[in-house]
């Protein structure tokens, strides 16, 4: 990779070439892969319970209604914003004194990949199983302990990467993730949600779905946690035996979050010192909550305004994988060539753009023209997009997951350039923190223009409000170490 040009007004690390951001002997390739394999661990998370199929399933059916459905949806994370904003920075804050960051990854597995498994009981009222309360309060553990694993996975990126390899291989970890994505959604696809349907592609396909799911009983929905939490706990091994940890300091646990506390405190009180990072991290919290409910209600929005039902909601997902696959790549050349913060107002610019030309799209109005689809009649004889409007709204969104993705690969990339190399855990805590302390807002204002003007169109557009802020905020930030506070 090429090191960042002098005018992207990086400022020399103190790490020499041959050492990591952080300091210290950057990880071999095979600690690197191993670091890179936990986002592809993690992955179907996002893809199968976060974004694509379970909330379409608990909007449309357990809920019944996809308007009422978004909203509760909304709530639950908005409710995990609150937490992530009380405790990432203090987690960030001990995992500094304590040095080691992979047993908390450890901690972090063993909660989510339970918790997973239990959305299996997720089923529609008439049905029995987990009450609604319960099914959110299981989303909130999840998307909140999600948020506390980028802390530490995130942090040890610093200390395993040299200054000029960074950039590249947070690409390469976002890529191989996003390529997780291709892989348990082509699965879900083919061999669950097209069998359900009694689609078979001439005989290529299975009969019924994998391993026996009854779709009466919403088990092609439902496998969905499971498989999530399998995925977790397998593809999570190479980081256990491959990645080298920091050493550790040998503090106890209980001396540890007193010391964490202060120095959160201490931070906050000398928030001068690192007033830049300060600008970036609420730049970052603007724009990030707004692609973060991009993706979280990209589904949703679909399925509600154009219909789909699982079957095509897996398809779009599968198409937009490669494009996200590519965007990290994209991002990370970016990144090493341009410099993070010129590469950050591109992505985040050219989402806002992207933004408005998906919101201008209905089942029967393309860019706020109204088209009349019963006289056009479908495009293609393809059983999945038959609409001009549904074409065009996938190629946009193709476009979106480029540009989103490449903004997650830059924006960590950018935070270990500039983060005290001594409180790196700490800093990454605060940008978990900026992650997701908007969450209540970005949630929530999806909520409320959703329930004010009861419509999905409006509530998924307000997300501009959040990109166009954060866009703004970073035309201050400069991309320069700051010193430890001290």
Same mark, same amino acid.
């Given at each position: 990779?090429?090191?960042? %040009?002098?005018?992207?007004?990086v400022?020399?690390?103190?790490?020499?070439?041959?050492?990591s951001?952080?300091?210290?002997?950057p990880?071999?390739?095979?600690?690197?892969?191993?670091?890179?394999?936990?986002?592809?661990?993690?992955? %179907?998370?996002?893809?199968?319970?976060?974004?694509?199929? /379970?909330?379409?399933?608990?909007?449309?059916?357990?809920?019944?209604?996809?308007v009422?459905?978004?909203?509760?949806?909304?709530?639950?994370?908005?409710m995990?914003?609150?937490?992530?904003? *009380?405790?990432?920075p203090?987690?960030?804050?001990?995992?500094?004194?304590?040095?080691?960051?992979?047993?908390?990854?450890?901690?972090?597995?063993?909660?989510?990949?339970?918790?997973?498994?239990?959305?299996?009981?997720a089923?529609?009222g008439?049905?029995?199983?987990?009450?609604?309360?319960?099914i959110?309060l299981?989303?909130?553990?999840l998307?909140?302990?999600?948020? /506390?694993?980028?802390?530490?996975?995130?942090?040890i990126?610093?200390?395993i990467?040299?200054?000029?390899?960074?950039g590249?291989?947070?690409?390469l970890?976002?890529?191989?993730?996003?390529?997780?994505?291709?892989?348990?959604?082509?699965?879900?696809?083919?061999?669950?949600?097209?069998p359900?349907?009694?689609?078979?592609?001439?005989?290529?396909? %299975?009969? +019924?779905?994998?391993?026996?799911?009854?779709?009466?009983a919403?088990?092609?929905?439902?496998?969905?946690?499971?498989?999530?939490?399998?995925?977790?706990?397998v593809?999570?091994? %190479?980081?256990?035996?491959?990645?080298?940890?920091?050493?550790?300091?040998?503090?106890?646990?209980?001396?540890?979050?007193?010391?964490?506390?202060?120095?959160?405190? /201490?931070?906050i009180?000398?928030?001068? !010192?690192?007033?830049?990072?300060?600008?970036?991290?609420?730049?970052?919290?603007?724009?990030?909550d707004?692609?973060?409910?991009i993706?979280?209600?990209?589904g949703i929005?679909?399925?509600?305004?154009?219909?789909?039902d699982?079957?095509?909601?897996?398809?779009?997902?599968?198409?937009?994988?490669?494009?996200?696959?590519a965007?990290?790549?994209?991002?990370?050349?970016?990144?090493? +060539?341009?410099?993070?913060?010129?590469?950050i107002?591109?992505?985040?610019?050219?989402?806002?753009?992207?933004?408005v030309a998906?919101?201008?799209?209905?089942?029967?109005q393309?860019?706020?023209?109204?088209?009349?689809?019963?006289?056009?009649?479908? /495009?293609?004889?393809f059983?999945?997009?038959?609409?001009?409007?549904?074409?065009?709204?996938?190629?946009?969104?193709? *476009?979106?997951?480029?540009?989103?993705?490449?903004?997650?690969?830059?924006?960590?990339?950018m935070?270990a350039?500039?983060?005290?190399?001594?409180?790196?855990? !700490?800093?990454?805590?605060?940008?978990?923190?900026?992650?997701?302390?908007?969450?209540?807002?970005g949630?929530a204002g999806?909520?409320f223009?959703?329930?004010?003007?009861?419509?999905?169109r409006?509530?998924?557009?307000?997300?501009?409000?959040?990109?166009?802020?954060?866009?703004?905020?970073?035309?201050?930030?400069?991309?320069?170490?700051?010193?430890?506070?001290?």
């Amino acid at each position: 990779m090429s090191k960042v %040009p002098a005018s992207s007004g990086v400022s020399s690390d103190a790490a020499g070439d041959d050492h990591s951001v952080t300091g210290e002997m950057p990880a071999g390739k095979r600690g690197q892969l191993g670091w890179a394999l936990f986002d592809f661990s993690r992955s %179907p998370y996002l893809s199968l319970v976060y974004i694509f199929v /379970f909330p379409p399933y608990f909007a449309n059916t357990i809920i019944g209604d996809p308007v009422r459905g978004q909203e509760a949806w909304s709530f639950a994370n908005t409710m995990v914003g609150v937490l992530v904003a *009380l405790l990432a920075p203090l987690l960030g804050a001990i995992s500094d004194r304590m040095g080691r960051r992979k047993p908390w990854l450890a901690l972090i597995v063993a909660v989510m990949a339970p918790c997973c498994c239990v959305l299996w009981y997720a089923m529609p009222g008439a049905q029995g199983g987990l009450s609604v309360n319960t099914i959110l309060l299981l989303i909130v553990i999840l998307a909140s302990c999600f948020q /506390f694993s980028e802390v530490f996975y995130n942090s040890i990126l610093a200390s395993i990467a040299t200054p000029q390899r960074i950039g590249g291989l947070s690409g390469l970890g976002i890529s191989i993730g996003n390529l997780g994505t291709l892989i348990a959604l082509i699965v879900m696809l083919f061999g669950v949600a097209m069998p359900a349907s009694g689609i078979t592609l001439g005989g290529l396909l %299975p009969a +019924h779905p994998l391993f026996g799911l009854d779709p009466a009983a919403q088990e092609h929905n439902r496998i969905a946690g499971p498989a999530a939490g399998l995925w977790l706990v397998v593809f999570s091994v %190479p980081l256990w035996l491959w990645t080298p940890d920091r050493p550790s300091t040998g503090v106890t646990a209980g001396r540890a979050i007193r010391e964490g506390l202060n120095q959160v405190w /201490f931070t906050i009180k000398r928030a001068r !010192q690192v007033a830049n990072v300060g600008r970036y991290l609420l730049a970052r919290m603007l724009y990030t909550d707004g692609k973060v409910a991009i993706l979280a209600y990209t589904g949703i929005y679909a399925a509600g305004v154009f219909h789909w039902d699982l079957p095509t909601v897996l398809v779009f997902a599968v198409l937009l994988s490669p494009f996200s696959i590519a965007g990290g790549l994209i991002g990370g050349w970016f990144d090493d +060539h341009l410099g993070s913060r010129r590469s950050i107002q591109l992505s985040v610019g050219a989402t806002c753009i992207g933004m408005v030309a998906s919101v201008s799209i209905t089942h029967d109005q393309i860019f706020f023209m109204p088209y009349d689809v019963a006289a056009a009649g479908p /495009f293609w004889s393809f059983p999945y997009f038959r609409t001009l409007p549904e074409i065009t709204y996938v190629a946009i969104t193709m *476009l979106l997951a480029i540009t989103i993705t490449a903004a997650f690969c830059i924006s960590r990339t950018m935070m270990a350039r500039i983060a005290p190399v001594s409180m790196m855990s !700490q800093f990454f805590g605060l940008y978990a923190l900026s992650g997701t302390a908007t969450g209540f807002l970005g949630h929530a204002g999806v909520a409320f223009f959703t329930s004010t003007f009861h419509s999905q169109r409006a509530g998924f557009a307000s997300t501009l409000i959040l990109l166009i802020a954060g866009l703004i905020v970073m035309h201050w930030v400069r991309e320069e170490r700051s010193e430890a506070v001290v």
